[in-house]
């Protein structure tokens, strides 16, 4: 086993490239860059938030972390062990002498998902007691008719639907948006999960209702030792629930996490523009009372398919001079990492010409 036994998830140097038809395959396809060239490990007990703008590739990534959506490069692994491989195997486990090796099936189970409108994931057709007895019936299959119902009522209690017998009865349609996401939660719970994908699991959620949402998360975590990947387009709630775990949050952009590390850090100290971007949107983080106008020199997010050259911020990027339109930069740091060439004091960013918005080509907004 590697060394990514140690953590519940590794990717390594991730990509995910969807090849989209374009008028019905008349104009041939286009190559979209979900995600591009990503890193991120997930230990025990840990909550990561992955924010950033629609499309940005963070659903994506999260899908790919958990098993569900494969690779087209790099490297995915449950405790060490590559998924894929392990898929393609059929659980046979061929060249893996490893007795600690599970099959697919049992890592799936261990990586579970909250989706953003759980009223979807919920079978109209099924009283809650039936979804909920589906994944013990599978995983559990030694427990009889009666223990699972206690089992189960004992969560809708422990959740704060009471009486629990009651609920127990619904349908999803009987159920508030707050308690079908309840359920949810309790589904993936079920099946004692070491990680749990939130994929704007409160965005359809009153405000008092997703911190009570996220409260109640941070709770179960710490009952179940479970790991939460937390997807969201709003940083005020990433950094609500990362501060109550201790976790960390990561920025991403066009496909590539730009920025990652400890809530308070990324917050109070951001390192690469785009995350200035997203606090100046924040309108419910602290800021100054004269925030000025967006620190952004271009309001529209380039194109998936032809992401720019070099940094792909840089056409957005007040501070983006010529050695950014050339150079990639990487994802650099000790704990709090951010790729932008201004956090390295030495590099030739510093001598290179700054970028006009006639050199660019781009309309300014400042």
Known sequence: MSSNADHVVALENVEVHFDN??????????TVHAVDD??????????????????????????TAIGVQRPTGGRVTYRGQDIWETKDDRGLFRGNDDPDAVSFAEIRRSLQMIHQDPGSSLNANYTVESILSDPLKKWEPDLNRSDRRERILGFLEYVGMTPA??????????????????????????????????????????VSLRVEMMDLMIELQDRFDTSYLFISHDLSNAKYITQRAGGRIGIM???????????????????????????WATSDLDRPDEIGDP??????????????????????????RDVCRREQPKLLGDGHRAACFRERDDHAYWDSDEISDEMDGIATNR
């Open 38 to 63: 990503v890193s991120l490990t997930i230990p025990e007990n840990d909550v990561v938030a992955l924010v950033g703008e629609s499309g940005c590739g963070k659903t994506t990534l999260g899908k």
């Open 165 to 206: 017998e009651d609920y127990a009865t619904r349908y999803p349609h009987q159920l508030s948006g707050g308690e079908q996401q309840r359920v949810a939660l309790i589904r993936a719970l079920l099946m004692n999960p070491d990680l749990i994908l939130a994929d704007e699991a409160i965005s359809a959620l009153d």
């Open 253 to 279: 952009y066009l496909g590539e996490l730009v920025e990652i590390g400890p809530v308070t850090q990324v917050i109070n100290d951001p390192q690469h523009p785009y995350t200035k971007v997203l606090l």
């Open 21 to 30: 038809e374009r008028l019905f395959g008349l104009m041939g396809s286009e």
């Open 295 to 320: 620190p952004v020199r271009k309001i529209d997010i380039p194109d998936p398919a032809d992401p720019p050259s070099g940094c792909r911020f840089h056409t957005r990027c007040l501070e983006a």
